[in-house]
């Protein structure tokens, strides 16, 4: 019998600009969770490490270049399903200027107080509260 994880890991990232605030996302309307905020990312691919896909989540979704050398992990959370998914989440403040919603995901700049106000991914809410304010 081949062993298959049990588990989906993802990955997101707290993206700070040079006023402090947080970059967050809608997520489409057809996807799980769909109209809720959250911060960008998205699944590790096999074979993939974490700081690499999200490296390629966050220019596949906004169309910009992070620098993974750069991230801080900031938090885990969980949520149980037919599959548990595990969202790893990091930190950065990089320049990110010309965002393209490439999946026409609204999205914006948030003060961490602002964006506790959102309509929230339950995880995301989660690693939104261990953010240091």
Do not use: C, N
Request: aromatic share 8%; net charge negative.
């Amino acid at each position: 019998m081949e062993d298959f994880p049990t588990w989906l890991p993802v990955v997101a990232i707290a993206l700070f600009d040079d006023a402090g605030r947080v970059l967050m996302q809608q997520r489409a309307s057809q996807k799980h969770h769909g109209g809720l905020w959250e911060f960008p990312g998205g699944k590790v691919e096999p074979a993939e490490k974490p700081r690499e896909a999200l490296v390629r989540e966050i220019t596949e979704e906004l169309g910009v270049t992070l620098d993974s050398a750069q991230f801080q992990p900031a938090g885990l959370a969980e949520e149980e399903g037919d599959k548990t998914v595990v969202l790893l989440l990091y930190t950065t403040q990089q320049p990110a200027t010309g965002i393209v919603p490439v999946e026409g995901q609204e999205w914006g700049w948030f003060a961490l107080e602002e964006a506790s106000g959102l309509p929230l991914a339950p995880m995301d809410r989660k690693l939104l509260s261990q953010l240091p304010r």
